[in-house]
């Protein structure tokens, strides 16, 4: 157990709808990072947050947004969702945002659109 | 930008034979490397990082990696493999510069047979 809590484990929803993933760190972790992995695409970075605030951005969709609120717990907004959202959605948290600080994962989130 | 690239998408091995699964790496400045594992319907799990020092990593479940700089290199190494050790490997290297994040590669099956 890595610490990280995810919720749900599994979403299937419809084309178009929205969702919102859930992320609790390990205790202490200031830092959350998502990425999604998918089948074809391998681990993607999404975007990370540290201490309530966005500090980088990957490949994260217009469609998609995160937030980290003050108890440090993260959620990730999918909206307008399309059947190639559907993918494994990954939290992981670190103490730190330093170079030094490996980031532990979340067991994630499977989204399924249909 | 930093980048990892895994040459091959699976590896085979049989039972107590060594294993390699291999990694490397594209930065500028001093590498942050790092491997993970990934069992079926989990999250990623740290395996070892390499930050300074040693050129040989030792880490969780027996794995070790040797870090080679003249060719840019982060091979995961096992002795003698369990299938138990068949799993997604990820290597990841993280980023230097902004707010450091990790980027990982697009992963290796590793596949030990009996």
């Known amino acids: 157990d890595s610490g990280v809590t995810q919720t749900p484990k599994h979403l299937i929803t419809a084309t178009g709808q929205r969702v919102t993933l859930r992320c609790s760190p390990r205790?202490?972790?200031?830092?959350v990072y998502w990425y999604q992995q998918s089948l074809d695409q391998g681990l993607q970075f999404l975007i990370q947050?540290?201490?309530?605030?966005?500090?980088a951005k990957g490949n994260i969709l217009e469609r998609f947004s995160a937030q980290q609120f003050p108890d440090l717990h993260s959620e990730l907004n999918l909206s307008s969702l399309e059947l190639g959202d559907s993918a494994l959605y990954f939290c992981?948290?670190?103490?730190?945002?330093?170079?030094?600080?490996?980031?532990?994962f979340g067991q994630g989130t499977r989204l399924t659109v249909v | 930008a930093q980048s990892v690239a895994q040459p091959e998408d699976q590896v085979n091995v049989a039972e107590g034979n060594p294993l390699t699964v291999k990694c490397t790496y594209s930065v500028s400045g001093n590498p942050y490397l790092f491997w993970y594992v990934q069992y079926p319907n989990r999250g990623l799990q740290f395996l070892l990082k390499?930050?300074?020092?040693?050129?040989l990593v030792k880490g969780s479940y027996g794995f070790e990696a040797e870090f080679n700089k003249s060719q840019t290199s982060f091979h995961l190494k096992k002795p003698s493999a369990l299938v138990s050790d068949s799993a997604l490997y990820f290597c990841?290297?993280?980023?230097?510069?902004?707010?450091?994040?990790?980027?990982f590669g697009t992963g290796t099956r590793l596949l030990v047979s009996p």
């Open positions: 992981a948290s670190s103490k730190g945002q330093g170079l030094v600080t490996e980031a532990f």
């Open positions: 947050y540290y201490n309530g605030e966005e500090r």
């Open positions: 390499y930050i300074t020092g040693d050129n």
């Open positions: 205790s202490g972790d200031l830092s």
């Open positions: 990841a290297v993280r980023e230097n510069t902004g707010f450091q994040k990790l980027v």
